[in-house]
């Protein structure tokens, strides 16, 4: 079975600052997504970014952008410019690419990230 | 731009006692979703559901679980007889087809008393 990690339950950064919330996962297939979901004290869960495992380049959205590393099994997310509508909890989540697999997805306990003015 | 929605934003039962949770998927998505996320919690799984029947469940969704379409629009998760273990945030997903995105909707908080 697939699993996620989050190692940093939390962490805080300075506005305007750069922060990278760390995620690794375990797997053996080859074909799958991650993503970056964010969820603010309203408890929403906002899609931020996502990756496409067979795609080497670096997924970025604005100021939100991923280091991919297949094979290290690692996906961390780098928040540039922090802003303090940023600060929420940060899940990273696996879905299997694999034909006929599964379309659940996984995910970390998350990551507590907190913005100082 | 579309979103999923979800009601009742917060629900108080007692234990026992019958829920119905709803969603409205997106409008032109097939795919949806149910997950829970218990206070302090991560987010899991609990089924999926295509073509009117269940593609996929996870452990957690036992016999006291079950989902439904009753029309084109809504897709409800019910809750026969809750136990004080339900208390959660359940979220409702709905994606696509032939894509792997899910979108949530802002969940319902259920307090079993």
């Known amino acids: 079975a697939q699993t996620v990690t989050q190692s940093q339950p939390e962490m805080s950064v300075q506005e305007a600052e750069t922060v990278t919330l760390s995620c690794t996962y375990d797997?053996?297939?080859?074909?799958?997504?991650l993503f970056w979901y964010k969820q603010p004290p309203s408890r929403q869960m906002i899609l931020v970014i996502r990756?496409?495992?067979?795609?080497?380049q670096n997924a970025t959205e604005n100021r939100f952008s991923v280091n991919f590393q297949k094979a290290a099994k690692s996906f961390s997310l780098k928040i540039s410019d922090s802003q303090l509508g940023d600060a929420a909890m940060y899940f990273c989540a696996y879905r299997s690419g694999s034909q006929g697999g599964s379309e659940k997805l996984v995910f970390g306990k998350g990551t507590k990230l907190t913005v100082n003015p | 731009e579309p979103e999923v929605t979800q009601t009742p934003s917060h629900q108080v039962t007692q234990m026992g006692q019958e829920v119905i949770l709803r969603c409205v998927p997106i409008?032109?998505?097939?795919?949806f979703y149910w997950y829970r996320q218990i206070l302090g919690q991560k987010v899991e799984f609990l089924v999926s559901?295509?073509?009117?029947?269940?593609?996929?469940k996870s452990e957690i969704f036992d016999d006291q679980f079950s989902v439904e379409r009753p029309d084109g629009s809504n897709f409800t998760l019910k809750i026969r007889s809750t136990k004080l273990e339900d208390s959660a945030m359940y979220f409702c997903a709905s994606s696509e087809e032939g894509t792997d995105t899910q979108y949530f909707g802002p969940g319902t908080r259920l307090t079993v008393l």
């Open positions: 409008s032109n998505h097939l795919y």
């Open positions: 559901f295509y073509n009117n029947e269940i593609s996929e």
């Open positions: 797997t053996s297939e080859s074909d799958y997504y």
């Open positions: 990756q496409e495992a067979y795609k080497q």
